[in-house]
């Protein structure tokens, strides 16, 4: 049994909590941090009353009944957690981004590498869907010749007004960073973002819509809709066209309701229940992978490598410009 330690009992804690608790096999949680109490209380509350409370992260990453720890505060807090786990070699399985800055990642990286042991996974959900994978194993087919353009929408009903321009890339865009660059296997190596007219919907501090551009080394051009006010939804679309055809990532499927002369399919109004399947496959993965010692999902690296491109994408939102990726090392031989 992997004893897991949790650290932020907010919304998505509280889902890590729940998942690991009832839907996973193999894994337990022994403990939880929060710096708010009401929160930790109420993560411990999921996970049964043997489950520890901490007020501070660093007592939780030392607790020596923890063997692993999940990460689930704000992007900014993740580095120190992040480096402190790893200096006290505990298994890691790190929400998304890695860090907020590059610079950050490139701490962890060096910390991890210099530990010489695989510790950190990063919770890029899409790899493990469904949807995704089948377009990913069609892409491998070769019956489809190169993949040439990506067309992707991500669109949520809505969000709050602490939610800005930037949190666009970061919060929101930064899914389709990491699992296109997955599925078509290639770098980005230039971002640049367009402002269609701006929907009634947003506010002062958001720009919304967006559309981002990447290219990557190989040429392939992706678009991606970011469209965190559209109203009706949570609208993940995502079309790879080929030399020899187009594969389009299918929708969960829902019944075709006729009624009063109309046809009505229902979509989905959140990530939970989108990616349902994709969180719990993704953990129980890693707990499985745990097992084994090894590291089967997105790693440190990748999170390097999406962070340099949500850099470029933010820059390229200041600039209008198109805006270079380049990263400030080759992919170490630890990763490959
Ligand atoms: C949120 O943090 C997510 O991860 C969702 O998948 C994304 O659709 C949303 O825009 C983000 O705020």
Request: net charge negative; glycine share 8%.
């Amino acid at each position: 049994m992997l004893n897991v330690g949790v650290i932020g009992c907010g919304g998505m804690g509280r889902s890590h909590i729940d998942r690991i608790t009832n839907r996973t096999t193999g894994a337990q949680v022994v403990a939880v941090a929060d710096m708010v109490d009401a929160l930790a209380q109420k993560g411990a509350a999921i996970a049964g009353e043997a489950c520890k409370i901490y007020k501070d992260e660093k007592d939780l990453i030392n607790d020596p009944n923890v063997d692993a720890v999940f990460i689930v505060t704000p992007g900014f807090a993740h580095v120190n957690a992040l480096l402190e786990a790893i200096a006290a070699g505990k298994r890691i399985f790190c929400e998304k981004p890695l860090c907020t800055t590059a610079e950050d990642c490139l701490k962890v990286i060096d910390a991890e590498v210099k530990s010489g042991k695989h510790l950190i996974q990063l919770g890029f959900m899409r790899r493990y869907d469904k949807g995704y994978n089948q377009v990913k194993d069609l892409l491998k087919s070769g019956n489809y010749g190169e993949p040439l353009m990506v067309h992707c929408t991500h669109r949520n009903p809505e969000v709050g007004t602490n939610y800005d321009t930037p949190m666009a890339v970061t919060d929101t865009a930064i899914h389709e960073i990491d699992v296109i660059h997955w599925l078509v296997g290639d770098d980005f190596v230039s971002a640049q973002v367009l402002f269609p007219r701006k929907t009634k919907y947003s506010h002062e501090k958001l720009y919304d819509p967006q559309i981002m551009l990447l290219r990557t080394k190989n040429g392939i051009c992706v678009d991606d809709e970011v469209f965190v006010n559209c109203k009706f939804g949570y609208d993940i679309n995502c079309e790879v066209v080929c030399e020899d055809g187009a594969i389009k990532m299918p929708h969960l499927s829902y019944p075709d309701i006729r009624k009063a002369a109309h046809v009505a399919t229902e979509i989905e109004n959140d990530c939970f229940v989108r990616f349902h399947d994709a969180y719990d496959d993704e953990v129980q993965a890693w707990v499985d992978d745990a097992a084994k010692g090894i590291i089967g999902g997105p790693t440190a690296w990748d999170g390097y490598l999406a962070a340099i491109t949500a850099d470029a994408l933010v820059k390229a939102q200041e600039t209008r410009q198109i805006e270079p990726i380049e990263p400030a090392m080759e992919k170490p031989e630890f990763y490959k």
